[in-house]
């Protein structure tokens, strides 16, 4: 599972996979293994390289933050996979926006050039993904700064297919 995740404004990468033991974590790189459990609602008890630490989180009515210990951070988790993430907000994101594959499977077509302008919702890159074709469009409007595939290639699920800014 990949999801990006923004703690207190920085924005990380984060890879979860079953292991044996717990779960691999992998955040921006850097591979850690961690035993995680759900303690009781909203409180999550982790052993990362033999320490405890409990995380706890509160939602309010428009964030969400985590507590380690005595310190607060202001949290957000994006599934790249999920529709209602990539429909949240659409058009209103800052900066330059990645365009992320939401499951494995091969291009089959790109539609947009590099330097080409985009509206929101436009069409970019078509991903073939058991026998399905499915559009990856422009999270945002502006203009395509880089196509990171090519058709004929095999993608995975969280990889950066394209950068509109």
Do not use: F
Not at 87 to 95: N, V
Request: glycine share 10%; hydrophobic share 35%.
């Amino acid at each position: 599972m990949t999801y990006d995740v923004s703690i207190d404004g920085k924005r990380y990468r984060l890879e979860l996979s079953r292991a044996e033991g717990g779960w691999d974590c992998r955040l921006d790189g850097r591979t850690v293994h961690i035993d995680a459990v759900l303690a009781r609602r909203d409180v999550l008890s982790v052993i990362v390289d033999g320490k405890a630490h409990e995380i706890k989180r509160e939602r309010t009515a428009t964030n969400t933050y985590l507590s380690v210990g005595s310190a607060r951070y202001l949290a957000e988790l994006r599934d790249p996979r999920s529709l209602r993430d990539r429909r949240d907000g659409a058009g209103d994101e800052q900066g330059p926006q990645k365009l992320i594959a939401s499951m494995p499977g091969k291009v089959v077509r790109v539609l947009a050039q590099p330097n080409s302008e985009v509206e929101v919702g436009e069409g970019v890159i078509v991903v073939e993904a058991m026998k399905m074709q499915n559009e990856i469009k422009s999270p945002k409007k502006g203009r395509v700064r880089n196509i990171l595939t090519s058709v004929g290639a095999t993608v995975n699920a969280g990889d950066v297919l394209a950068i509109v800014e």
